[in-house]
């Protein structure tokens, strides 16, 4: 028995292409297997997008959304062009959902990966990093997206990874971040990764660089359990576990808000095969299970997969699975969910069987308040837009050197695509249109007032300097928290 005997109101999207069909039957088997849920069914994707609505949802399904704790999703068929936006990218964001959870496990022999005993689950941010979407052209030949990396999405993530792995018998959780470049922003992701694994003694932690990290997965995924990870980072690892588990059409997923969680198959709506009743639902059958054991009914999700794993065992395949060897009975969709609802008790014998912690609760994070801290002014990266004099890094800069003493400020030097190129720059370094000049107090050391930062600007624009945007340079309890030039 689950520690949940409650009833739990689910939202329910039957989706566009192959998505009624492969709801159909996963809505068949979660009945069948006593699962303790009520729909609320909302029409989402095509229909609303061709209805006017560019976001593919309306307004009363937002209501719907809002009022249930949990949401179970059929794919829908984004249209192309138009000005549609992404469904999955409004609600994953509008409703903050934070953690996306793809677990991904090999079933071979009964479908090929080179990786047998594989069973990994990525747990990728989902709000932040570059998927901020915050883009900037600043000068004909440059462009910027701001990467975004918050002290508490950063908390919030990497305590539900160990949550995770805690609630689900994990071992261990391994972080990959890049911050032997990035200090900052990935360094914060690092740092807080290592702060947070000291509250799970009992979970093995480690770190990769991303780049091996990766390099590893591939290499050797079966010694990976959780991975937790930036969003961008979080988004390709995803896929590379998913495509060497030989599992992307089995796989289901989860996006875990505060307040509501979405759950779903990682597949598409696949229109090339709809209406024909021989997609393989098993996608959305892992997804509406780890929706089950969200909610605290663990074993009936136990129960689902088990019975899904014996039926792939027992050779009863969708045509996508078919193989010569290992197919017994090739089956549609709502026979292979027959088969499953038949197969309920029974475990697989050659897979390993699943086993979930029945008292699961629904994993709950919260991010710690963040500190106080002191914070001092001390500089300012003046961003220009320059092409004058043949690209010449020290007619710029002696030029702005002259201007900064005007509000008691000094050049402290200038970069260009994050290479010092002022003063002692190397003649070989590639020079665009887009210079950041860092300004200092002219004593060097003191804290800068933001006067003396706006008379800077306005001596610069007096001077014709088109200056595109200025980042200030902060002490923050000390320390420098800011970047330092590649030669600075
Ligand atoms: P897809 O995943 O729908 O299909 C890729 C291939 O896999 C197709 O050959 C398809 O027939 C097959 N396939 C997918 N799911 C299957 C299943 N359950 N059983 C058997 N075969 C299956 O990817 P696509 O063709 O790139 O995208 C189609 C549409 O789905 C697009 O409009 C896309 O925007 C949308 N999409 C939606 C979601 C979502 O709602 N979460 C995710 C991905 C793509």
Redesign the pocket.
């Known amino acids: 028995m689950s520690a949940n005997q409650e009833t739990t109101r689910v939202t329910v999207a039957y989706?566009?292409?192959?998505?009624p069909e492969?709801m159909k039957a996963t809505l068949s088997i979660l009945e069948a297997a006593g699962a303790r849920l009520e729909y609320d069914v909302i029409t989402i994707?095509e229909q609303m997008y061709t209805s006017g609505h560019t976001s593919g949802i309306s307004p009363e399904a937002w209501n719907v959304l809002r009022r249930n704790p949990v949401f179970l999703?059929?794919?829908?068929?984004?249209?192309?062009g138009g000005g549609y936006k992404?469904?999955?990218v409004t609600i994953r964001k509008t409703m903050g959902l934070f953690a996306n959870v793809r677990p991904t496990r090999a079933y071979t022999p009964f479908v090929h990966s080179n990786f047998p005993e594989m069973d990994v689950v990525v747990v990728r941010e989902n709000e932040e990093d570059l998927y901020a979407g915050i883009e900037h052209q600043q000068t004909p030949e440059v462009v910027q997206c701001l990467k975004l990396i918050s002290r508490p999405g950063s908390e919030k993530i990497i305590r539900y990874a160990f949550e995770y792995a805690k609630a689900n018998g994990r071992k261990k959780v391994t972080c990959m971040s890049k911050d032997n470049i990035m200090k900052h922003t990935d360094g914060l992701f690092h740092k807080i990764f290592n702060e947070t694994s000291k509250e799970y003694p009992e979970i093995e932690a480690e770190h990769y660089i991303v780049d091996i990290g990766s390099a590893r997965i591939a290499d050797n995924p079966e010694r990976f359990d959780v991975i937790v990870t930036l969003n961008l980072y979080g988004d390709i690892i995803s896929d590379i576990t998913a495509e060497i588990a030989g599992s992307?059409?089995l796989g289901g997923?989860s996006n875990i808000g505060e307040t509501l969680a979405m759950f779903?198959?990682?597949?598409?709506?696949?229109?090339?095969?709809a209406g024909k009743g021989?997609?393989?639902?098993?996608?959305?059958i892992n997804g509406a299970c780890m929706m089950l054991t969200h909610v605290g009914q663990a074993d009936v999700a136990e129960t689902i997969q088990n019975a899904l794993l014996k039926t792939l065992e027992d050779g009863i395949h969708?045509?996508?699975l078919a193989s010569d060897e290992y197919t017994k009975q090739r089956v549609n969709t709502r026979e292979f969910a027959e088969a499953i609802i038949e197969r309920f008790g029974q475990k697989p014998e050659r897979l390993n069987a699943v086993s979930l912690n029945r008292d699961a609760k629904p994993i709950q994070v919260k991010a710690s308040p963040t500190p106080l801290v002191k914070k001092e002014l001390v500089g300012s990266d003046v961003f220009i837009d320059w092409v004058g004099e043949n690209r010449n890094p020290d007619v710029l800069g002696d030029n702005l050197s002259e201007i900064a003493q005007r509000s008691q400020m000094k050049l402290k030097m200038i970069t260009n695509r994050g290479v010092k190129v002022y003063p002692n720059g190397m003649p070989e370094t590639f020079c665009t249109d887009h210079w950041r000049c860092r300004f200092i107090h002219a004593d060097g050391s003191s804290v800068v007032s933001y006067e003396q930062l706006t008379s800077l600007l306005n001596d610069l624009i007096v001077a014709d300097f088109n200056f595109i945007k200025t980042e200030n340079l902060y002490l923050m309890d000390g320390e420098r928290a800011y970047s330092l030039a590649q030669g600075e």
């Open positions: 989706g566009d292409g192959i998505g492969i994707g999703k059929a794919p829908i068929t984004t249209p192309q992404s469904l999955n992307v059409g997923s779903e198959a990682i597949h598409g709506s696949a229109p090339d095969i021989i997609a393989n639902p098993s996608g959305l969708t045509g996508d």
